[in-house]
């Protein structure tokens, strides 16, 4: 197992030190708005009274270096500072709400997963018959696209001319779990069909490229029969493709997330950084970025972690 | 050997499509096949011949992008042609079983090889699991497989590729089926490790009687093993008769040019002894990739004019040793000197004249031309870039080129690489590499990927430029007809070694050093016999042993 | 049951029959289980559901058409080798063609196609179609119909934009990686990671929040955000060149590393980077969009789809197809470019999987 455990190892340290080069970036970042960032918040008309109270709150009279080892210590410990709009802490601004954004994700994802990848390893099977054609032109309409266009037409017919599901997804904490799997279904869906039709392609892709192996070909001329190919010697060697698929599927939730709040005025993290965004609140555009990518790069980091554990070559060694 | 004379598997008229660009194109003709019980049928040809199709063909298989278009596969009273796909698969594993050229890529890596042994056996209920797993061991002991006991329980990348061919064969004995096929099955091994497979595959179909066709390119392997050969070329079976016959009269011309091919042996040149210097001389040459240590001590001098054959098998370090040659891996030790003068080690610090003077002719033609450019500009821009040639004279020294190396220029001028066939791509290799007017050429597995005719077509070519030019060759092969053919010294390698080195007829007559000895003796030859006698001569039981000196 | 339902099953289950009596079993079975479906669907859904495959069924057919059309038109005007080519292109393709041409003709000869200026008011807000306004008005009363055929210059041409320069970069930054090897190679790979690691439109949000939303920065901004994927892309396509005897033979002769380039590896990684520009396009294009959409790409009063459908995202509420078309216009773009690139992939690859 030691070349196992050094081969994770190594993919560790390596996703840590890109969430702190990624921390690095997104910090300094701000540091190259040109001129004063107090002064850019509050705009021209800001007296300088207000600029220098400002900057005092932003702690801008110390080095940068410091002010980034002060906000990565926070964040650490889940403390990303004060809004520069409302004053409120961005901890507790943001708290809420991203759980509302994971509770979306989740939901999308326990739909999508077990169906796309169900419909891509069918589409493999069927591959160059006339379903395949049409799964492969409908899923590459869903690619393309763009989530507000699904999440409106879904809308249009679910929630305008049938008026069977809500057209915002406004959800709160008091409400009842099957109320808010109800309210939350449209944008679920929208997130469904676009990660959905993704999962499919790929995973037809993997298995067809494992159905291709001279081993498959050697288990057919052993008389195997179909379906125990696909299961004893097709699907062993596919986790790794599989858990990859996944795995860059949930990364890609992530960022279809933002676009689907703003449809459906969801109250998620998304919407709370387009909004922060444009009124240049930002160490609420830090602190949302730094979370997306954190998920982003932790979802690629299994990814990996999974392929490794999943490789009989790895698993075995000589 | 007294064979029963049931007949087992009949195949007439048998054609095959394939899809291309959808349209489906025949490739095979109209195969007609007779196999009895017990019976070996060796199937040979060039590549593009359609054995292993006729192979798959026989089990009712073809892979996808190809059908049975006509004709009848008739095994045991069976036609496979029209049988349903559940009564194929009954077949398949039980009474037909397969081996493929390729055991590393052909075992699961996901499962210990036993479990795959056992797979076809249980589900056969022909055997319970421990039954089957204690034949399996049986059977693992009868191919001489180390650690019998154990080595089932390993995963498949954990073995050796010789190993694994013969746990395949294993494999396919499972169901101790009435036909194997065997697709190659000693292509990818090296000779010394081809002995044991093919002593192993006949000696476990000589025990249980079982009819196999046997699909090879190499026609002294196919001696050994098959009763009967039957010849293809393009899909068309162009002639079928007895071993013995075929190898003494054969009738077709195509059959004879095939026979003919390993006649073509030159003179053995002496060393210049008027103090003329090597053009190249390698002393004492030590590299590595990485940590691993892959050559030590190599020393070795080629002559103007001469030709040494550098042998040795995969691993032996005698392709690395062109590399450091060249400059693309700078020896961590030893010197390479040019003329008498030192080179620099790395190739991005010698001069123009100095790479000039070097040139590599590569095993594959295919990956050694840019498919996406002219002839005329594969040939023409060493003379560009070296000569400074421009406009009518550089067409003229393509032109002229061309005409070297056997071509018509007014038809290759203009084509590229895709278009040609394997012996011309590598006859264009040579000419680029002539192009630049070198001194000393490098022929790494020149011939190797050849079909023999062709091959053979290519060793005199080179032979008559070396005549004419005076060039100097080093040739890096692991085929021993090769050297006989064309060297004039040979330098055998082992292990990153030299292990011996001196004249070709020197190192054709004993005494040898004990590798060489294995080397030279593993080269099966085409007397039907040869096998059978070695195994004799080397005691049978130490067939595995020999190949590990 | 209504006439429309009868003669609804009537007609699929004549087609099938008819599919089935000639042996066309891809047809058939496509055919049949269209009918299938239908009888769910109208189960579930009841005459509108079916009136609504019908409406589906006829635009498909209509696309299809137009498309064969298309194809015998090329084949006719480009004849020869192209003409063998085009006659086994798959209809997906050629409709992702003839959609693309008149994308392209609609950006070009935008002024003189549209009837008015891209941010002249010519009616009250959300004013209803009538003979000079094909779609209406949008909110402030400009013409929809003019401010989508803007759109098709405004939002592809900076797409595009965006696009070619996240190319040049990432493409030569691949190439150069893959020739040259070792610290340039892992530098670049390295830098390529990190851009990576963050998702690509948080990442423009937050550069977008600093430097403002004008054009030039949308434009800069997404280049770089998409080089990294055109680098690895471009990377892996020259790496599996580099390896390549022909390249040895070259570097042995002593050539540099743009002749290597320029002669030996470019040309060969035409097609794979040919198709990876239509799906980086449709990348950016995506992207640009949701960021117009999300009122922090394309600012107004320039017409651009994403921000149309913003403003006007309100008439959906009243059942209004209006800001449907502007997104409908994105989709059928990226559609259309991905069934080009699907083609092209597909034959370059030059297996029947």
């Not at chain 2, 319970?128 to 399996?136: G, I, N, T």
């Not at chain 2, 040939?379 to 005409?403: H, Q, S, T, W």
Request: aromatic share 8%.
């Amino acid at each position: 197992m030691g070349d196992v455990t050094k081969l994770i190892a190594r993919r560790l340290v390596y996703g840590a030190l890109t969430l702190l080069v990624v921390s690095i970036l997104i910090f300094f970042a701000v540091e190259l708005l040109p001129g004063d960032i107090a002064q850019a918040v509050l705009g021209q008309g800001a007296t300088k009274e207000t600029v220098a109270a400002l900057r005092e709150q932003m702690g801008l009279d110390q080095p940068a270096p410091v002010r980034y080892l002060h906000w990565l210590a926070g964040a650490v410990h889940g403390d990303f500072g004060v809004s520069l709009i409302s004053g409120d802490r961005v901890s507790a601004v943001i708290g809420p709400r991203f759980l509302n954004t994971l509770f979306l994700a989740s939901y999308a994802a326990v739909i999508a997963v077990p169906f796309a990848i169900t419909l891509g390893i069918l589409v493999a099977l069927l591959r160059n018959s006339i379903f395949d054609r049409v799964a492969n032109v409908v899923t590459l309409t869903a690619i393309s696209s763009p989530e507000f266009f699904l999440g409106y037409i879904l809308i249009l017919f679910f929630a305008v001319k049938t008026s069977a599901f809500p057209a915002i997804a406004s959800i709160g904490s008091h409400m009842s779990f099957g109320d808010l799997l109800y309210r939350s279904f449209l944008p679920a869906l929208t997130l469904v069909l676009v990660v959905t039709a993704h999962m499919m392609r790929m995973t037809r892709a993997a298995i067809i490229s494992l159905l291709a192996s001279p081993y498959i070909e050697m288990a057919r001329l052993k008389g195997v029969s179909p379906w125990r190919v696909i299961v004893r010697h097709a699907l062993p060697n596919a986790w790794a493709p599989i858990i990859n698929v996944v795995a860059l599927n949930l990364a890609y939730l992530i960022t279809g997330v933002v676009l689907v709040e703003v449809v459906f005025v969801y109250p998620g993290i998304g919407q709370l950084l387009v909004d922060a965004v444009s009124k240049r609140d930002f160490p609420i555009v830090q602190a949302c970025c730094l979370i997306f990518a954190a998920t982003f790069i932790l979802l690629n980091l299994a990814a990996d972690v999974g392929a490794i554990l999943t490789n009989p070559r790895l698993r075995h060694p000589k | 050997m007294a064979k029963n004379k049931d007949v087992l598997l009949r195949i007439r008229d048998l054609r095959i499509e394939a899809q291309t660009d959808d349209e489906w194109q025949e490739i095979v003709h109209g195969v007609n096949l007779t196999l009895h019980r017990g019976e070996v049928l060796g199937l040979i040809g060039e590549s593009g011949a359609g054995k292993s199709t006729i192979g798959l063909a026989a089990m009712g298989f073809a892979r996808d992008g190809c059908r049975i278009s006509g004709g009848s596969v008739e095994f045991d009273g069976m036609e496979l042609t029209t049988s349903s796909p559940s009564a194929l698969r009954a077949l398949r594993g039980s009474r037909i079983a397969y081996v493929a050229q390729s055991a590393a890529a052909s075992f699961n890596p996901a499962h210990k090889i036993i479990d795959q042994h056992v797979e076809a056996p249980v589900m056969y209920r022909i055997r319970k699991r421990a039954e089957a797993q204690e034949d399996a061991m049986q059977l693992y002991e009868r191919l001489r497989l180390p650690n019998p006991q154990e080595i089932g329980f390993r995963y498949p990348h954990q073995v050796s590729g010789g190993q694994l061919q013969r746990a395949m064969t294993a494999m396919a004995m499972a169901c101790r089926p009435d036909l194997i096929i065997f697709d190659e099955p000693t292509t990818a091994l090296d000779v010394t490790t081809q002995i044991e497979v093919l002593a192993a595959i006949r000696d476990i179909v000589d025990q249980f009687d079982t009819a196999a066709i046997y699909i090879t390119h190499d026609l002294a392997v196919v001696a050994q093993m098959a009763d009967r050969i039957k010849v293809l070329l393009k899909g068309e079976e162009i002639e079928e008769a007895s071993t013995e016959k075929m190898l003494e009269d054969p009738q077709e011309d195509y059959t004879r040019s095939l026979w003919a091919v390993r006649s073509f042996e030159r003179q053995q040149k002496p060393r210049p002894d008027d103090g003329t210097k090597p053009v190249v001389s390698v002393q004492d040459i030590d590299a590595a990739y990485g940590d691993t240590k892959v050559l030590e001590d190599v020393s070795f001098d080629i002559y103007p004019g001469m030709t040494v054959a550098v042998v040795g098998e995969s691993g032996s370090g005698k392709s690395t040793t062109a590399r450091c040659i060249t400059g693309l891996l700078p020896p961590a030790k030893g010197r390479i000197l040019f003329d008498g003068t030192e080179m620099p080690p790395a190739f991005r610090q010698r001069s123009k004249d100095q790479l000039r003077q070097v040139q590599m002719i590569y095993q594959m033609a295919d990956t050694a031309l840019n498919p996406r450019l002219r002839i005329g500009e594969i040939i023409g821009r060493p003379a560009r870039f070296y000569g400074g040639l421009r406009g009518v004279k550089l067409k003229n020294r393509v032109d002229e080129l061309l005409g070297l190396i056997e071509l018509e220029p007014s038809k290759f001028y203009s084509r590229f690489p895709p278009e040609l066939s394997g012996g011309q791509k590598q006859r264009i290799g040579i000419a680029r590499a002539l192009a630049a007017e070198p001194r000393f050429i490098i022929c790494d597995e020149v011939t190797s990927a050849l079909d023999q005719l062709v091959a053979e077509g290519i060793l005199k070519l080179l032979d008559r430029l070396q005549k004419e030019l005076g060039l100097a060759y080093m040739f890096i092969t692991h085929d021993l007809a090769t050297v006989r053919a064309i060297a004039d010294e040979v330098v055998v390698m082992q292990r990153g070694r030299v292990v011996e080195q001196g004249p070709k007829d020197e190192m054709f007559q004993p005494p040898h050093h004990p590798y060489t000895d294995l080397l030279l003796s593993s080269v099966p030859e085409m007397d039907p016999n040869w096998l059978t006698a070695l195994l004799e001569e080397r005691g049978v039981d130490n067939v595995g042993e020999a190949a590990k000196v | 049951m209504s006439h429309f339902v009868l003669g609804y099953f009537a007609v699929l289950i004549a087609a099938s029959c008819l599919a089935a009596y000639f042996g066309r079993r891809p047809v058939f079975m496509l055919l049949f289980v269209l009918t299938l479906a239908s009888a769910l669907a109208g189960l579930f859904g009841g005459v509108p559901a079916l009136r609504f495959l019908t409406g589906a069924a006829a635009v498909l057919a209509l696309a299809a058409g137009i498309s064969y059309a298309f194809r015998e038109f090329l084949a006719i005007v480009f004849g020869g080798e192209a003409e063998r080519e085009l006659k086994n292109a798959p209809l997906t393709a050629i409709f992702g063609l003839f959609v693309i041409a008149v994308y392209a003709i609609a950006a070009v000869f935008a002024p003189i196609i549209a009837p008015f200026g891209q941010a002249e008011v010519v009616s009250s807000a959300f004013a209803p179609a009538d003979a000079h306004m094909l779609l209406g008005a949008d909110q402030l009363g400009r013409d929809m119909f003019s401010r989508i055929i803007f759109g098709a210059r405004n939002s592809v041409g900076i797409a595009l934009m965006a696009t070619l320069l996240a190319f040049f970069f990432g493409a030569l930054g691949g190439l150069i990686a893959a020739v040259r090897g070792g610290v340039i190679d892992t530098l670049i790979g390295r830098i390529a990671d990190v851009i990576m690691s963050v998702p690509s439109l948080i990442f423009s949000l937050l550069m977008l929040s600093i430097f403002g939303t004008s054009i030039v920065v949308i434009v800069i901004v997404v280049a770089v955000i998409y080089s990294p994927r055109v680098f690895r892309l471009t990377r892996a396509v020259a790496g599996n060149i580099v390896v390549m005897d022909y390249i040895e033979a070259a570097r042995l002769r002593g050539e540099g590393d743009w002749y290597l380039i320029r002669r030996e590896i470019l040309p060969n990684a035409t097609a794979p980077l040919v198709a990876e520009f239509g799906l980086e396009f449709c990348f950016v294009f995506l992207l640009i969009s949701g960021l117009s959409f999300l009122g922090l790409g394309i600012q107004p009063p320039t017409a651009d789809w994403g921000s149309m459908v913003r403003e006007n995202a309100t008439l959906i509420s009243f059942g209004e197809l209006t800001p449907l078309i502007p997104a409908a216009a994105i989709a059928l773009l990226t559609v259309a470019v991905n069934f080009v690139v699907d083609w092209m992939l597909w034959r370059s690859s030059g297996l029947k999987e």
